[in-house]
């Protein structure tokens, strides 16, 4: 016998279940759970300019800033070009440059970076990006970007204005394209402790954090500071600190069970229901409401001898139906599978759960929280 497909999939909505079976808490590594405090990466931020390019660069009429930073730089170089000189370019392009530096990294070593036109290119490939700066938030130079640009999109444009692309060509990337001038503040700082910092907030994890580490290192090696950070007893030499934390991201422990969640994507129909949600004693009644709107002119036209003129009057008919309802019961204390299952058998479209969840959780049967993005 053939199954039959749930009206539910049929409306093609996307159900995410977030661990549908209450499965055991498994064990993680606290190199997964959390990071070692002021060990990040910092954003830089340059402009430039890419030359090379093949008559797809700025319009110089539009982009009046390519001209200025072109004679800037050739003046730099002992070119001397005239004030009332505008070159009319079409293989440059302004551009700006951003990217990331990894914790650690020191001078003489590369970086990638990412390119983007600010001006009115049409498309930067084949193009070559000449020396520029990178500066971070304090203003400080800490790269030197220079190099060939990979551009993975590609356009085409007609004499008539018809254009045609593929991806962006606007944008492009230089592996290794940036090298490092100076390095970041060391954040071995010498105090006597190291702080982990867990990328969610949960007191449960931070607790079993500090007493897996007690466990490992002794009592009181570690002790929690708040709901994200864990504080641990460190070693003052950097080379001792390094290994201290090789033994201490191994560590393995079971992080506390994710909050009640349900989170909706009214944009997309997807819905994620989390393992820990439960709905209280509940009935729900749910009918396929239709909504008619027809739109019609009627024309008046007056007698010819009563100097009148032609007129149109729109005529609007709104009609609604409920047809096909049906009522659900939800016990107290339901489980994911069940609310899964009573949902599916109802035949809800995207709309219709949306609202189902947001009856429910206004209602105070839904202990979850009700996030919708």
């Known amino acids: 016998m053939a199954m039959k497909t749930p009206a539910f999939l049929r409306h093609a909505v996307v159900l995410l279940v977030a661990a549908a079976c209450a499965l055991p808490a498994h064990a993680e590594r606290i190199k997964d759970l959390a990071q070692v405090g002021g060990v990040r990466g910092n954003a830089l931020v340059g402009y430039g300019l890419v030359v090379g390019l093949d008559n797809s660069g700025d319009r110089t009429s539009q982009a009046p800033f390519t001209v200025q930073s072109l004679k800037n730089m050739l003046g730099e170089l002992g070119v001397n070009v005239p004030a009332n000189v505008n070159p009319q370019l079409k293989n440059v392009a302004a551009v700006a440059i951003h990217a990331e530096l990894p914790p650690f990294a020191k001078p003489g070593q590369t970086i990638d970076i990412t390119v983007s036109s600010i001006g009115n290119a049409v498309s930067l490939r084949g193009g070559s990006l000449l020396m520029a700066p990178l500066k971070g938030a304090d203003g400080q130079v800490y790269a030197i970007a220079q190099g060939n640009l990979v551009v993975g999109g590609f356009g085409a444009q007609g004499k008539d204005g018809s254009r045609v692309s593929v991806n962006v060509p606007s944008v492009g990337r230089v592996p290794n394209g940036a090298t490092v001038e100076r390095a970041l503040p060391d954040v071995f700082d010498g105090s006597g402790e190291i702080t982990l910092n ?3 907030n949960d007191f449960t994890t931070v607790a079993r954090m500090v007493s897996a ?23 003052t030499d950097p080379g001792a600190r390094i290994g201290l934390l090789a033994r201490i991201e191994n560590i393995e422990l079971s992080p506390g069970t994710a909050p009640a969640k349900v989170v909706v994507n009214s944009r997309t129909g997807t819905v994620v229901i989390g393992s820990q949600v439960r709905v209280s004693p509940a009935a729900i ?50 489980t994911l599978d069940e609310i899964v299952r ?8 995207p709309g219709d759960l949306i609202a189902i969840l947001e009856a429910l959780k206004q209602a105070g049967a839904l202990s979850a929280e009700l996030e919708v993005i």
């Open 213 to 235: 580490l007690n466990n490992t290192f002794g009592e009181g090696a570690a002790r929690a500071v708040d709901g994200v950070t864990v504080a641990v007893q460190a070693p």
């Open 342 to 349: 009573a949902v599916n058998e109802v035949g809800a479209a």
């Open 198 to 200: 867990l990328h969610h």
């Open 285 to 334: 009644a749910h009918g396929s409401l239709t909504v008619t709107v027809s739109e019609s002119t009627q024309i008046s036209q007056p007698n010819a001898f009563a100097g009148g003129q032609t007129v149109a009057a729109p005529q609007s008919s709104i009609t609604a139906s409920n047809e096909g309802s049906r009522m659900f019961r939800f016990d107290g204390g339901a």
